[in-house]
Each structure stands twice: as structure tokens, then as C-alpha cells.
């Protein structure tokens, strides 16, 4: 089974240029999160999608970030003007919905380090 | 607010001996918890979990414990490997539902061969 895969693994851009992060889940996982690490500093939550919809966007750090998961399978993730305090890695992680919840077990993507000159 | 943080940034162990990560967690209302493992180029990998009505959960090599009356979380590794190497997240989430997880800032361990 394939994992989570996300495309472009790098990406360097200038500041105020835009650039769209992807991110294709595991095959079926209704879950998909949205994580950064940044400064080195912890890995911070971004977003959760659940299919297409967002549940939760409380860790999206502003209104430059735009996240998108149209027919719920890929997301994309599109930062615009990109800041130089934009730059670290994005990850995208996936999770299955099971009833009864008996292990909340997210895969993780390789994610794509984004560095904004 | 919450917070999950870890004891001591790096860790180096000799090549079979135990290895022990600790990490320290402020939300009294955390009850679920995962470690995870990441490799250089990698992302986070799902180590082990274990829910807050347990205080221990052994693996494959791995064992978890949680002291609760301290808000106290370590990950012991047995007969630690080369391939052991790696930067070690513990993470908190709400076992009931398919919330975020919210990291701690990682501890690297080196392995001496």
C-alpha cells in the first residue's frame, strides 16, 4: 500500500512569490492534516480535513495560507504572498475513520521543505 | 494552554544498551498519547500510543510509561540499534475523536557504535 506522498519534496521561492504545496493521502483515510515545523521549533498543527470538508483550522497561521480538498482525496496547500517566516517543512498526515476509535494512528507524509529568500 | 515538552534535547547511547526519553506534558485533560519516531528526510512515524487509564504499554522493543500524578511520559528502547538513531516526538490527542496531535520539540538520539 502506498503512503503519503507529497509533491514537490522541495521549494525554494522569494519572498512575496506564491507557492502550492500537495499532498495525496492514503488511499481511503477520510482524515487529512496539515502540520509544519518551522525555525526548528515543534511540529505544529495547521488544519484537519474530513473528506472535502475542514474541521479544524485553528492552527492556519493567517489568511495567506489557502487549503483545499476538492472531492476530498489530495489536498492542496498554497501560501500566497509567501513570507520568509513561512519557511520549514509542511506535512501532510492521514488517518483512517474507525468505529470504535481504538487507535488514532496518523502516516505521515516526507513532507516538503519550503525555504522563502 | 497545553503544552507537551521534552526533558533533554539530544541523547547519545552506546550501541545495546537501554535508551529512556523522557517528556513532560501541562494539560491535566490530555488522555492520549503517541511517540513518534522521525528519520533524516522523513516524516513523523507512529511508534507507539497509549491511552491515559493505562500507565504502561510495551511494544516491539519499546515500552511507554505514564505517570499521571506527574504528567510524566517516557519511551524506553531495549538493546538500542544504529538504526535507532532518530528524532523522537512525544505527542498528545483526544482518543475520542480524530483530533489534531499537538508535538513536543523532540529529542535526537545518536547511537555509538
Known amino acids: 500500500e502506498a503512503g503519503v506522498t507529497q509533491f514537490p519534496s522541495h521549494s525554494v521561492i522569494e519572498k512575496g512569490q506564491t507557492v502550492t504545496l500537495r499532498c495525496d493521502p492514503i488511499?481511503?483515510?477520510?482524515?487529512l492534516y496539515w502540520y509544519r515545523r518551522v525555525m526548528g521549533k515543534e511540529i505544529k498543527f495547521l488544519l484537519h480535513?474530513?473528506?472535502?470538508?475542514?474541521?479544524?483550522e485553528s492552527g492556519m497561521p493567517n489568511n495567506r495560507f489557502l487549503a483545499e480538498r476538492t472531492g476530498g482525496t489530495y489536498s492542496t496547500l498554497k501560501v500566497q504572498p509567501a513570507e520568509l517566516e513561512d519557511s520549514g517543512v509542511y506535512f501532510c498526515?492521514?488517518?483512517?475513520?474507525?468505529?470504535?476509535?481504538?487507535?488514532?494512528?496518523?502516516?505521515f507524509g516526507p513532507g516538503t521543505r519550503l525555504t522563502v529568500t | 494552554g497545553e503544552s507537551v515538552g521534552l526533558h533533554l534535547p539530544t541523547l547519545s547511547v552506546q550501541e545495546g544498551d537501554n535508551s529512556i526519553i523522557n517528556c513532560a506534558y501541562s494539560?491535566?485533560?490530555?488522555?492520549?498519547f503517541i511517540w513518534y519516531k522521525q528519520e533524516s528526510g522523513k516524516g513523523p512515524q507512529f511508534i507507539i500510543d497509549?491511552?491515559?487509564?493505562?500507565d504502561k504499554r510495551q511494544g516491539q522493543r519499546v515500552t511507554v510509561l505514564l505517570n499521571k500524578t506527574v504528567k510524566h511520559l517516557s519511551l524506553q528502547i531495549a538493546a538500542t540499534q544504529p538504526g535507532d538513531s532518530a528524532v523522537y516526538f512525544c505527542?498528545?490527542?483526544?482518543?475520542?475523536?480524530?483530533?489534531?496531535?499537538?508535538f513536543g520539540p523532540g529529542t535526537s538520539l545518536s547511537v555509538i557504535p
Open positions: 480535513f474530513v473528506k472535502e470538508s475542514k474541521q479544524d
Open positions: 497509549i491511552r491515559s487509564n493505562m
Open positions: 505527542a498528545e490527542s483526544r482518543k475520542t475523536s480524530y483530533d489534531k496531535v499537538i
Open positions: 498526515a492521514s488517518s483512517q475513520t474507525l468505529r470504535p476509535l481504538l487507535s488514532h494512528e496518523q502516516y
Open positions: 494539560n491535566s485533560a490530555s488522555d492520549y
Open positions: 488511499s481511503g483515510h477520510d482524515n
